[in-house]
């Protein structure tokens, strides 16, 4: 079956961004272009290796598409050569889903390309628990790679899962208040009941739900849970069943980036999702021509819309990344205070300028505007530093039950931190207990039992008080 110019010149497209992107890595790795991360020796266009992977993973089926068609010499070198730089660059990235996503997309298109006869079919079955036994051997592997991280990533699924059935609905919450969502669910898992030592050590402040099925579900709710897979399920079947393999491959590998990544954080994803899909829209062999084009158009540009607006939002970030210092660092006047105010118009939708600006007013002695901002901060993020913030506005304003709740909820949020607890003991030796309750006593050796990730003069400042609060209430 000849296949329509739409689905060559989507997957020419795939493979071309990739190129672009992983010479861009090389140049990095060879230290000749600086790289989005100082932690990171090469992030792409990115600011992360990991999203890097994941867009390399994609086009790695496409390419040993074009090698296993054979159609002419030149596809089969252009194949080679992608694959080839995708060789050089993927190991260093330490990607873990990204290898995941190309082996599964590689393994799509094998299986459309074969024709195994009876024979070959039966000497498969019997190497089939050699080649189960590797898998699992190699999905080890990759587990003990980097086993902490792993075992974030599936607290970050279940607390995702909690996020979706408590505040998903129909409708959902937003895109940019998904993160407040799952700081809440985390909130209340780890106040239930005593969780076990090892997730309370991967517990963080995650930005994403690291599964963009399950992002999709909180922030649109089940319409948009359904949508985004039905979507994936149409792209991969229809190209399928049109023998575009090599888009079914990629299809199937960006599906599993995005079930352990972010990947539609980033505009390139919405570019190369959308040549994926109008790969496969042109590949459908019950349309016309014409209805293969409108669909293929339709799809394009929907995708480049959508990545266009996420990468506005992440120029706004930057944007105020560079201006934050001109209000975070230095005493505010009332005009500077007025004028950080009526940045909300621009940076209003992010939890960043919300708790920069929060914290400056804070300082300034406006409290009420910073709890406005702050509140609106909380909805957004799940750093429990909002919380802080929001009990020692209130233990300010003498209101000293409030700020118990947010010192409690901050400890519940992230319960490997030392700081709220650090300030709920703070709370009961100035403004509850007085100089014989059991309260102080019991926060402070809490706070003290606890096991410091990371030692720095400020946390060794904070267990020094705390051992003080105790000899006074021993002494006492």
Known sequence: MRLSRITIAASGGVMLAA???????????????????????????????GPLCGFMAVAVPVAAWWVWRGRSRWSEWTGWGVLLLCAAVMPALMGRTGWIAAAAGVAT????????????RQRLRRWGVAVIAVVVVVMAGLYMLKPESAKGRLLMWHMAMNALVAEGGWHGIG?????????RAQEAYFM??????AEIAVAGAPDYAFNEFLQAGIAYGWIGLILLGGLAVWTIWTAWRGRAYGIAGGAVALVVVCCGS???QFGEFYAVGGLLMAGSAGAMRWRSRQVRICVAATVMAVCLWGGWQREMRQRQGREWQRMRGAYVHTPLSERRADELLRHGGRFGWSHRYLFDAGKALRESGRMRESDSLLLEALERSSDPMILNLLGRNAQDRGDAVEAEVYFKRAAA???????????????YAD???GPDTVGCRLAAEAALAMEVKVESPATRQMREELRGLLEMKNEK
């Open 431 to 433: 403004s509850i207990c």
């Open 109 to 120: 298109v094998w299986s459309g390309m074969c024709r195994l006869t009876a024979e070959q």
């Open 192 to 197: 239930e009941e005593p969780r076990s030592a």
């Open 262 to 264: 972010y990947p539609l």
């Open 175 to 183: 895109w940019e208040r998904v993160a407040g969502a799952l700081g």
């Open 19 to 49: 190129v672009v992107e992983g010479v861009w890595a090389l140049l990095q790795l060879l230290g000749v272009v600086a790289q989005g991360h100082a932690l990171y020796r090469a992030t792409g266009t990115f600011y992360n290796p």
């Open 413 to 427: 949020r992230i319960p490997s931190r030392l700081y709220p607890r650090y300030l709920l003991a703070r709370l």
